[in-house]
């Protein structure tokens, strides 16, 4: 299969040399009432009530919201002050128990993640029961903030618990965990007006904000608060520098909302149509076929490959997402892109709506024959000078070359998620059984 539209002339760089923009250093809006209660939960932690003594397992606490809330910001960030604490020396582990897709995370892979979080390595063909076993074994001995994002339900969560009440479980999930004692979720919804206000301004700038600051509340109030939503159109209104917040919120308003569509999940629908519609066709496009990157994780070939486009124009493209909100920048030397997850789910609508089947078949195999040839790549800059591989990767295009051992060495640690979830994606796909046997080898 060729693999279709590879930079070939020109200085390009080689793969994993190109060195981006840092991307701005996250900030944490409002939520403060939330963090005080998550900590005074953990002070009143621990006790059997049955037996009158502390607990034998490790406390949990759980974060419950929409997908788009801030349900995981919030999580992540409750971690980050907890390890100031020093209460955890053993650090932070965290695993997301929810597919790309929107299914579960198959057990024995959550608990896989979480031995190769620890330096651990599983048996081979060991099943969910062992391999959960070997986590709680492990942890034991540790005092770890122990991260567990976007569970389904409490079957999920409960295997994983260590039996040791010095480890600390943070969950997220839209629901509760029934059937985990002692839990009491915190539920999030909007943020407050003061808070999407701030987040708003983060991306448009305070000066929009500032001269007219009653429309900004309006349109963070037609977002419903969701932290999702404001970045989206604050990504919409910051690639439009002339635009105004109350032209945001007239676009906002003129979009139809889905009658059949839950109430709470409309804002950040209609935020996500004013941005996507907004895109010129290709970048529309691009942006839809994420919805098939392995595991959520894009980089610059990836959307090359699914788009049929340049390296280079694909990573422009991927950079722009960020700014729009679309995208989360993973990384400084060769970067990653992540498909939110309260994303993806409308990507994927979209694609199965607009896309022909045939277009969406064919850049899946053209994302995973470029999956095989940088492998291909990896290896070869490895084998000896004048080898047949060596001679054969000299004449590939410059942009699917590694420079040398160390560079091809972080591409495989960056893109090692990714990479397993396209080996699964090309054996479940019947129709690519010649890709799938490259791939796995």
């Known amino acids: ?83 100031e604490t020093g209460d955890y020396p053993d650090g932070l582990l965290r695993v997301r128990l929810a597919e790309t897709g929107g299914g579960p995370v198959p057990p024995e892979r959550a608990a896989r993640e979480l031995l190769g979080g620890l330096g651990l390595t599983g048996p081979p063909g060991a099943d969910a029961d062992e391999l959960s076993e070997m986590v ?118 003129a979009l139809p909302d889905d009658p059949e569509l839950p109430a709470g999940t409309r804002p950040l629908t209609r ?59 993973e990384g400084t030397g060769e970067p990653q892109y992540e498909v939110p997850g309260c994303l993806a789910g409308l990507l994927r609508a979209l694609l199965e709506d607009r896309d022909r089947p045939a277009e969406i078949q064919l850049a899946r195999a053209r994302m995973l024959e470029r999956t095989v040839r940088l492998l291909q790549s990896c290896r070869a800059v490895t084998d000896p000078e004048g080898s047949p591989s060596r001679r054969k990767l000299a004449g590939l295009p410059r942009t699917l070359r590694f420079p040398d051992p160390e560079t091809a060495a972080a591409w495989l640690r960056a893109r090692r998620p990714a990479l397993l979830a396209s080996a699964r994606i090309a054996v479940e796909d019947g129709d690519l059984d010649t890709l799938a046997r490259r791939l796995v080898a």
Do not use: K, Y
Request: proline share 7%; net charge negative; charged share 25%.
């Open 271 to 329: 935020a996500f149509r004013l941005v996507h519609d907004s895109l010129p066709a290709t970048p529309a496009r691009i942006l839809r076929l994420l919805s098939l990157a392995p595991g959520g994780l894009a980089d610059a070939h990836t959307a090359s490959a699914l788009a049929g486009c340049s390296v280079s124009a694909a990573r422009t493209t991927l950079d722009d997402f960020v700014t729009l909100g679309l995208l989360r920048r």
């Open 136 to 253: 709680r074994e492990a942890l034991a001995v540790r005092r770890v903030l122990l991260l567990l994002d976007d569970a389904a339900d409490a079957e999920q969560v409960d295997p994983l618990l260590p039996d040791n009440p010095d480890c600390l479980v943070v969950a997220t999930s839209e629901g509760p965990l029934t059937g985990i004692p002692g839990v009491r979720p915190c539920t999030i919804g909007g943020l407050d007006t003061g808070s999407a206000v701030q987040l708003l301004g983060r991306a448009t700038g305070q000066v929009r904000i500032t001269v007219d600051p009653l429309t900004a509340q309006t349109v963070a109030e037609e977002c419903g608060g969701q932290p999702a939503a404001l970045v989206l159109v604050g990504g919409w209104l910051a690639a439009r520098p002339t635009a105004s917040v109350a032209d945001a919120g007239r676009q906002l308003r």
């Open 1 to 83: 299969m060729t693999d279709q539209a590879v930079d070939t002339s020109g200085p390009a760089e080689a793969a994993g040399t190109e060195e981006p923009p840092a991307p701005e250093p996250a900030r944490f809006f409002g939520r403060e009432r939330e963090l005080r209660e998550l900590r005074d939960d953990i002070e009143r932690a621990g006790l059997d009530t049955m037996a009158g003594r502390r607990s034998a397992r490790a406390r949990v606490l759980l974060i419950a919201g929409r997908p788009g809330s801030g349900r995981t910001a919030l999580a992540s960030e409750l971690a980050r002050r907890l390890l």
